[in-house]
């Protein structure tokens, strides 16, 4: 195995350890903040049950200020009672000492009620203090550990930083701005070989391709570019091509699909790319996407009509169908530029349909023409 190869694959258990550790340190502050929000609606609570507390306590001096009137009241008519002449006023004054009479009772009542409730109302103040106090110790624990957690992998990310820095400085230029070029837009930039497979995009190699890569010369996956090595000790496990069980055929793409995917190798100055077809309520809107790396091209296209019709120029013969369907929200979502699982899964597609037909040429029900639409 070529030296630089081996440095690369250093390279890259480092960049995947770093990877895990920065997750691990920007997750650690989104944890804590978890239980801050859960000390919050603890403290929230404590601050209902006191304000009810307090509340009912106004509530209470309210009725009894109430009931202090009501009384000075009663004591005015009685006193008026002595000094009235006839029988009405006598009456009149009675009914106004009663209905004070009744006013007092029902204030008494709430209070009463309220003193009921003043034990529960006690009750969950003591409870939400209680909990404040049990999360408050939580969250402070939870706060040291962060902190030290973050320390130990800051120290740990620094060390793989400083392995990686010494690895790369001993890796050809040309091939290390390969290497990561590749790794960032597919999080990789290496790949083992194992029964003349791409380990990482599962796309056959060619002959004389396996032959290279075997004989330890630096070799780009065509499908995915990411830079392929062999490990000898492996070959034992590796089956012959002509000894595979036989191979199952490819799933047709649905002809009457709202979603189509094609393969175009020459479209336009973008060369090989990836288009995408949805129809919605009697338009259709076209997604462009670099074939390699996934990034979409320009802006979504919309037209009238279903994309067969809307879209004649985009199919010539060489224009092979492809298997997908992804829903507009998801597609929405991508931004500008579709994950690398659903670029993998479309070139994978576009290696099986051409393993179906070796000529590269596809069957007419692949392809779609501008004068035979095969999907609408």
Not at 76 to 103: C, G, M, P, W
Not at 155 to 184: C, Q, T, Y
């Amino acid at each position: 195995m070529p030296s630089d190869v081996q440095k690369l694959m250093e390279v890259q258990e480092a960049d995947r350890h770093i990877l895990r550790l920065k997750e691990e340190i920007a997750s650690l502050p989104r944890k804590v903040a978890v239980i801050e929000q859960k000390l919050a609606r603890t403290k929230a609570a404590l601050e209902a049950a006191k304000a009810a507390v307090k509340s009912d306590e106004a509530a209470r001096r309210k009725h009894e200020a109430t009931i202090q009137e009501l009384q000075g009241k009663i004591s005015k008519y009685r006193d008026q009672s002595l000094d009235v002449k006839t029988n009405e006023q006598y009456k009149a004054l009675l009914h106004e000492i009663q209905f004070s009479e009744q006013e007092i009772r029902a204030q008494e009542d709430k209070i009463l009620d309220l003193m009921v409730n003043a034990e529960v109302r006690e009750k969950s103040v003591k409870a939400a203090e209680a909990d404040l106090k049990t999360e408050t110790a939580e969250i402070e624990k939870e706060k040291a550990e962060a902190r030290e957690r973050t320390a130990k992998d800051e120290k740990e990310m620094a060390e793989w930083n400083a392995k990686r820095d010494e690895l790369r400085r001993g890796i050809d230029p040309d091939l290390l701005r390969h290497f990561e070029r590749v790794s960032k837009f597919r999080g990789s930039g290496i790949s083992e070989v194992l029964n003349q497979k791409c380990t990482a995009c599962q796309v056959m190699l060619r002959p004389q391709t396996y032959n290279d890569v075997k004989s330890g010369k630096l070799i780009e996956c065509e499908s995915c570019q990411r830079i392929l090595y062999f490990d000898p000790a492996k070959e034992v496990i590796e089956a012959p091509l002509a000894d595979a069980p036989h191979r199952r055929r490819r799933a047709r793409p649905k002809a009457d699909a709202s979603q189509a995917w094609f393969y175009h190798p020459h479209f336009g100055e973008y060369g090989e790319v990836l288009l995408g077809y949805t129809n919605n309520s009697g338009t259709s809107s076209r997604r462009i996407y670099d074939f390699n790396t996934g990034r979409e091209i320009g802006d979504v296209l919309v037209r009238e009509g279903k994309y067969s019709l809307a879209f004649p120029e985009d199919f010539p013969e060489a224009c092979i169908r492809l298997n997908g369907a992804w829903d507009e929200e998801e597609l929405e979502s991508w931004g500008a530029e579709m994950p690398m699982t659903v670029l993998d899964s479309l070139h994978l597609d576009l290696q099986a349909a051409r393993a179906d037909h070796p000529s590269s040429k596809p069957r007419p029900d692949e392809a779609i023409t501008a004068e035979h639409p095969a999907a609408s």
